[in-house]
């Protein structure tokens, strides 16, 4: 009950929304998930780097 004693609920809902299954992860690859997703980050910033270098000669 809120403030106003309303006794229907609302559209907002009180729990959070559930992950699927298929992409859960174990926690224990959280480390290795991460380390891949920052590997792939780097290797979008060096291929930005590579080709904004080559675009300025």
């Keep these: 009950m ?4 309303s006794k229907s609920k609302g559209t907002n809902k009180q729990s959070l929304p559930q992950t ?4 859960k ?7 290795e998930e991460a380390a891949h997703e920052l590997n792939e ?5 060096e291929k930005a780097k590579n ?6 000669s």
């Design 20 to 23: 699927p299954k298929n992409e």
């Design 25 to 31: 992860i174990a926690p224990n690859k959280m480390r």
């Design 41 to 45: 980050l780097h290797e979008l910033v």
């Design 2 to 5: 809120g403030r106003d004693d």
């Design 51 to 56: 080709h904004s270098s080559q675009n300025q």
